[in-house]
């Protein structure tokens, strides 16, 4: 399984930026995608999570509320909506698939090469 990301760019503060994370190789529907971001000279961090079946969704409290998470297995493809950005959520930004759940970091299996999102005036 393969992932790209896409979407990523420069965008004014409370702006909206939408990431999509492309699958290819395998089916992802028995996948779960993980969104996590680092920033530059911070851990690497979880910000959304869906399950394979798009049942369960999972958001960081720093995010709840503006960012989105959804999937379209028939395009194999992930996405993040980000509404209202910040400063602060300045990062390169990475999908990640484990089978099925939603888990910790340390266990998803396939992993992008990230996207910049960068919020700037």
């Known amino acids: 399984l393969q992932l790209v990301e896409l979407g990523g760019g420069l965008v004014q503060p409370g702006g909206s930026l939408k990431l999509s994370c492309a699958a290819s190789g395998p089916t992802l529907d028995y996948y779960a995608i993980g969104w ?27 995010v709840k509320g503006r960012f989105t998470v ?26 990640a698939a484990t089978y099925y759940r939603c888990k910790g970091q340390d266990e998803y299996d396939y992993w992008g090469q990230g996207t910049q999102v960068t919020v700037s005036s």
């Open 36 to 62: 996590f971001r680092q920033a530059p000279g911070k851990a690497r961090e979880e910000v959304s999570c869906i399950s394979s079946g798009g049942d369960t969704t999972i958001y960081a409290d720093s």
């Open 70 to 95: 959804s999937r379209d297995n028939a395009k194999r493809t992930a996405y993040l909506q980000m509404n209202s950005l910040k400063p602060e959520d300045t990062a390169v930004y990475y999908c």
